[in-house]
């Protein structure tokens, strides 16, 4: 299905750094979540937003569901070696998912 | 919570047979489960929906005949490959979105399919 906007591609940072990612759509979500996906695994939900302007933690991690709607982030602070991995947007209007190229995180000690 | 499982994780099969895939929704009950395909280093792509009592909706260029989807129970889907090739060769996941929660889908392990 169509992709949405998920940048960066990829990033390399060192051990302790914060990361951050968006996701941008030129079409209305009324629910966006974030998921991580290991190689040969399937994607793991890591946050889900339902409202416009929700700003959700997860331990290290915290995502916003923008006001328009039309975007989200996802940040990570601190980061650790296990944040390794590809990590997905999807937005969703009670239908079929429509997600993000992936963002590939890489952790250096 | 909210788990969702694969079987067989990973499937080797001649040219010409047919393999089965199924998805089981653990601890909650899916109306709608989805079923994607992963080549590597990309996005997840959907094949199809899979609707509980009913038929599956198909993605445009989805063969219906060849990749089978039944969704017998509120907790199973299954996705048959038919007269497997070469080039289905890859790596198929399913997704459930819980009956009674938000709209939300939960991913299985996926299943990784090579056809020899």
């Known amino acids: 299905g169509q992709q949405l906007n998920q940048s960066p591609q990829s990033m390399f940072i060192q051990e302790g750094e914060d990361v951050s990612m968006n996701c941008t759509s030129s079409s209305i979500f009324n629910t966006w979540l974030w998921y991580k996906q290991d190689p040969g695994e399937g994607p793991v939900l890591l946050i889900a937003l339902y409202k416009a302007g929700e700003l959700t933690s997860n331990g290290r991690l915290t995502a916003q569901f923008g006001i328009t709607r039309k975007d989200s982030f996802l940040n990570i602070s601190a980061s650790i070696p296990s944040d390794v991995g590809i990590y997905f947007c999807a937005g969703s209007s009670w239908g079929k998912l429509q997600f993000g190229a992936g963002t590939q995180v890489v952790v250096t000690p | 919570g909210a788990v969702v499982s694969q079987h067989p994780s990973r499937v080797i099969c001649k040219s010409g047979t047919s393999v089965k895939i199924e998805c089981r929704s653990l601890d909650f009950q899916a109306t709608t489960m989805f079923w994607y395909r992963q080549f590597p280093k990309q996005s997840l792509m959907l094949m199809a929906t899979s609707n509980e009592g009913s038929k599956a909706t198909y993605e445009q260029g989805v063969e219906k005949d060849k990749f089978l989807i039944n969704h017998a129970s509120l907790t199973l889907s299954t996705l048959t490959v038919t007269s497997a090739h070469p080039e289905d060769s890859s790596f198929y996941i399913c997704?459930?979105?819980?009956?009674?929660?938000?709209?939300?889908?939960?991913f299985g392990p996926g299943t990784r399919l090579t056809v020899l």
């Open positions: 997704s459930a979105r819980d009956s009674s929660g938000p709209d939300t889908q939960y």
